[in-house]
């Protein structure tokens, strides 16, 4: 399921620029007061009173529950300052939201810090089809995740995505989680 947010007001909206993909088993629920009584109140009834904050929190929680996994890092957002613009085959376009990669162009990240050390990844992406994603944690030895996992040498609290668009033609990334 898509839902669009209106960027100024970061509420579900039918005419919002930015889109959120949720999976299908999707629900999101809030106590709200409404007409003087306490009321529970379903994102699937009434999108319109959710926060794109709570959307986010809650999809991400989802995935991770769906997946096993009890930490994770994400990006819904995929904002520059995160992107590592020195690194030297940077082939990229940036967005709300995006990450256009041009005809076999990259994109690094700059380092993403973990809330404990380990060399076991999963990776939930939305992304076009020939897009890899590989993992560091020295900046120097990448590993490709494969079907969706990675495993790295060595502990590490520390670590660096790299994207790669393996085709000549654009391509885009729209959202990731990366789960230890």
Not at 152 to 177: A, G, H, M, P, S
């Amino acid at each position: 399921m898509i839902v669009n947010i209106d960027v100024f007001t970061n509420n579900v909206s039918p005419n919002g620029l930015y889109s959120v993909n949720l999976p299908d088993s999707f629900s999101l629920s809030k106590t709200v007061e409404e007409d003087g009584e306490i009321k529970t109140v379903n994102f699937s009834k009434n999108p319109y009173i959710f926060t794109l904050q709570e959307i986010i929190n809650q999809k991400t929680k989802l995935i991770m529950k769906e997946n096993n996994y009890y930490r994770c890092y994400n990006d819904e957002f995929i904002n520059e300052e995160d992107i590592d613009f020195t690194y030297n085959k940077h082939l990229c376009n940036t967005g709300v939201k995006i990450l256009e990669f041009l005809p076999y162009g990259e994109c690094q990240l700059k380092p993403i810090q973990l809330s404990n050390e380990v060399k076991s990844f999963k990776l939930y992406l939305e992304a076009d089809s020939n897009i890899s994603v590989l993992i560091s944690g020295d900046g120097i030895s990448f590993v490709e995740f494969v079907d969706g996992f990675a495993t790295l040498t060595e502990l590490t609290q520390e670590v660096i995505l790299r994207f790669k668009n393996n085709i000549d033609k654009k391509q885009n990334v729209n959202f990731y989680c990366l789960m230890y």
